[in-house]
């Protein structure tokens, strides 16, 4: 009874570390993806019918039906957010926006439990202390990248809540293989994979599962071989069900009987795929074609989306599992390296598309933790337990201070209206968002409008041609200021130096003070522990650009000073 008292404490922190500073960017819309998700959402309009919504032609919930030619996000979510946000009188952007930001924090959660309940499955099976699947449950509550993506209206949270219920229902098969489990994890990848996509990468652990389910059965070959066909059948049916219900949108035509695949959706993917090729200068792309595969990936786990105590104990757990004969747990592991050796062997290697690892990642460092704990009792070194969980605690608990507060944007944004004139020439990055924001009336201070400033757009991304630097050096030269609202640009431009040999030097130079422009504002917000007295803030400027550009990027002001002469 104790420990259920303890989980339940457990689970409502960590839906109040997701749901803590829910408008982090205080309705401004900041970050693109969701921004795009939740315009699609805010345009679409619920079917008049059942059949309507099946019908991808005519259905309004169809993105392309919208005039948004290009999506390749699952619709599930979507809709979801819609039926909310309409029942709830909410369907607004802001509203929106909130409801998806507060429905990925409860799926996220569920996440939780499902870590809990995988733990609690192998507690009863290899006699694990009862201890492990509270820790699991409170290393996933405070895991980094869960609680950041909780924070957003996009299909992510979504997608690794569908899948893990399927694991664990698939898991529940291989040990008693009923139906009923099979139907449920048929159900819930269905919902996984009409949430987004990549969710497929789950099935080959998931058909292993039920494999295994069959083949312990005692029957004879026969039996197992028609038990095995009935329920791989009913499989299939079920999921491909669910996903006609959770997507219609990625299929031809409203027949269920009809498999074609939308053909605007297929040429999305493609499209999709050609923008991240290695030698592409999407703007989006740069950033990854100076990152070593792998390693990069890994040190952004290790020291972001974890924190590098956490990441140990996960690797101490996996290597206490190493030296056991848990066969379940050798196929997990199994699973984890084949997905992070494909997926961090890409060109895009962004944090986000490792996020089904994470609560996996807690069942390790939970093991971890126990085994660590068994040391330490032994040497009657108990307060290096506590230790050990506060260690594990800093990191987390620093990055949700960036949603104590107002978001750095909006904090800039403030600052030009106090400090620059109106009328000042502002020059801004595309591909960037553009500085100021308007800001409502708040008590005594009237509205601001970005419209009272005259803003210019820089095409750094742009290939460095002779017609481009002429464009920016006359830019450069008309404008008063130069405002960089995130280091989209200078981070991913100046890694590729032999790509962008004239836009290198002109971050060189405006950094060194070489431009004709001074910085007169470095704004931040980083994450930070704060005791009072004595507090401690961490600069994770070097992690991958998508950690920080979104709900804290720095803002840096640059003001013109004299004329340069390139």
């Not at 893990?164 to 040990?175: D, E, K, M, P, R």
Request: with cysteine; hydrophobic share 50%; net charge positive.
């Amino acid at each position: 009874m104790k420990y259920r008292v303890l989980f339940a404490i457990i689970l409502v922190c960590a839906f109040l570390l997701r749901v803590y500073g829910l408008n982090w960017d205080q309705n401004q819309h900041l970050h693109p993806d969701e921004r795009f998700l939740a315009m699609v959402t805010s345009a679409a309009k619920l079917p008049l019918s059942f059949g309507d919504y099946l019908n991808p032609a005519v259905s309004t919930l169809n993105p392309y039906n919208l005039n948004f030619n290009f999506f390749v996000y699952g619709t599930m979510p979507m809709t979801l957010v819609k039926l909310v946000a309409v029942w709830g009188r909410a369907d607004t952007l802001d509203g929106i926006t909130l409801i998806g930001r507060f429905l990925s924090a409860v799926a996220d959660v569920g996440s939780l439990l499902m870590v809990f309940l995988i733990a609690r499955f192998f507690e009863k099976k290899y006699g694990w202390h009862y201890s492990i699947k509270i820790l699991a449950a409170f290393f996933y509550g405070i895991a980094v990248l869960p609680i950041q993506q909780a924070h957003y209206y996009t299909v992510d949270t979504f997608a690794t809540f569908f899948s893990f219920i399927s694991l664990f229902a698939a898991i529940l098969y291989y040990q008693r293989p009923q139906l009923r489990f099979a139907l449920i994890s048929a159900l819930c990848v269905g919902l996984a994979i009409g949430s987004k996509i990549a969710s497929v990468y789950i099935l080959p652990i998931l058909g292993i599962f039920h494999i295994w389910g069959i083949l312990k059965r005692k029957d004879r070959m026969g039996p197992k071989l028609t038990l095995a066909t009935l329920h791989m059948a009913a499989y299939i049916l079920i999921a491909y069900v669910a996903l006609r219900m959770a997507d219609p949108r990625m299929f031809e035509t409203g027949n269920i009987f009809d498999l074609t695949l939308n053909r605007q959706y297929l040429q999305n993917i493609a499209q999709l795929k050609d923008l991240v090729k290695r030698d592409s200068l999407f703007p989006p792309t740069v950033q990854w074609l100076s990152k070593t595969p792998l390693v990069f990936p890994l040190q952004n786990i290790v020291f972001f989306g974890l924190g590098w105590p956490y990441a140990a104990l996960a690797a101490t757990g996996i290597v206490v599992m190493l030296r056991k004969k848990e066969k379940e747990i050798w196929l997990i592991m199994l699973w984890m390296l084949a997905f992070f050796l494909y997926q961090g062997s890409q060109v895009v290697m962004t944090m986000r598309y490792f996020y089904i690892l994470y609560p996996f990642l807690a069942l390790f460092a939970a093991i971890g933790t126990f085994s660590a704990t068994d040391f330490f009792v032994k040497r009657k070194l108990l307060q290096s337990i506590i230790l050990l969980l506060i260690a594990a605690s800093v990191w987390p608990f620093a990055f949700v201070s960036i949603y104590s507060r107002p978001h750095s944007r909006v904090t800039a944004s403030k600052w030009i209206f106090e400090h620059i004139p109106a009328q000042s020439r502002i020059v801004y990055e595309h591909w960037d968002d553009i500085l100021p924001v308007s800001l409502p009336a708040q008590g005594n201070i009237p509205a601001h409008f970005a419209q009272q400033y005259q803003h210019t757009e820089l095409p750094v991304f742009y290939p460095d041609t002779p017609a481009k630097r002429v464009e920016i050096e006359q830019k450069l030269s008309e404008a008063d200021y130069y405002i960089l609202s995130s280091n989209r640009g200078y981070g991913s431009i100046m890694s590729v130096p032999s790509r962008y040999p004239y836009m290198s030097q002109v971050y060189q130079e405006l950094f060194a003070g070489k431009r004709g422009y001074r910085l007169i504002a470095d704004i931040t917000s980083y994450p930070t522990i704060n005791l009072g007295l004595w507090s401690v803030s961490f600069n994770d400027q070097w992690s991958e650009e998508a950690f920080t550009v979104y709900d804290h990027p720095r803002v840096l002001i640059y003001q013109k000073v004299y004329e340069n002469s390139p």
